[in-house]
Structure formats: C-alpha cells, structure tokens
C-alpha cells in the first residue's frame, strides 16, 4: 500500500501564498485519482482539489481561481498550490490516494 507524506504546512497571513507537497512512497501512475482535503476545527474533512492520473482537475467552489492542483508522476508527488489565501483556509491539509489512502496532514493556519 502507497504511503503519503505531506509538507509545506505553516501560518501565513491572508493574502499570501503557500505550496503544499504530497510525496508517494511509490509511483504514482497507477493511481487514478490524487486528491487534498481540508479539515478545519469541529467540521467535517471536505475535498479541496483532485486531479486524475489524466489531469483532469476539479475543485471545491471555495478555491477555485485561488488553487491549484498538479501532479508529477516521475516524481511521485502531487502539489497544491494555494494562493490569495484566507482566514477561512486555515485547517489540516490531507492528501489521498484514489479515496483510499491518507497521509497524516499538515497544518495550515491562515491569519487575518
């Protein structure tokens, strides 16, 4: 079973940018559908972006325009690049592997 490992976590002020990274602990090409998810304190985890081994994406309304997501299978990892970030951004960012597999989250924390 793959194993995830996110980075580039951090607190940032609104309007500012961070890059998140997924790392795959193995290819990437066999995984049909790369996804992040968010889970800000008492809600429930929501999807933020996906993108298919394709590349096709989509994105949760909240972000789009403000996010991006991609993948570079030679390397394994799978980015999201979140840009004129708000206070309402801030949460546990997870990445998953075709909605099966978590890696343990990294915390973004966005003030105003």
């Known amino acids: 079973q793959v194993q995830l490992v996110e980075s580039g976590g951090g607190l940032v002020q609104a309007g500012g940018s961070l890059r998140l990274s997924c790392v795959a602990s193995r290819s990437i090409f066999s995984i049909n559908v790369m996804g992040w998810y968010r889970q800000a304190p008492g809600k429930q985890r929501e999807l933020v972006a996906g993108i298919t081994v394709g590349g096709r994406t989509n994105y949760a309304d909240s972000v789009k325009g403000r996010f991006t997501i991609s993948r570079d299978n030679a390397k394994n990892t799978v980015y999201l690049q979140m840009n004129s970030l708000k206070p309402e951004d801030t949460g546990v960012y997870y990445c998953?592997?075709?909605?099966?597999?978590w890696g343990q989250g990294t915390q973004v924390t966005v003030s105003s």
């Open positions: 998953n592997a075709d909605y099966r597999t």
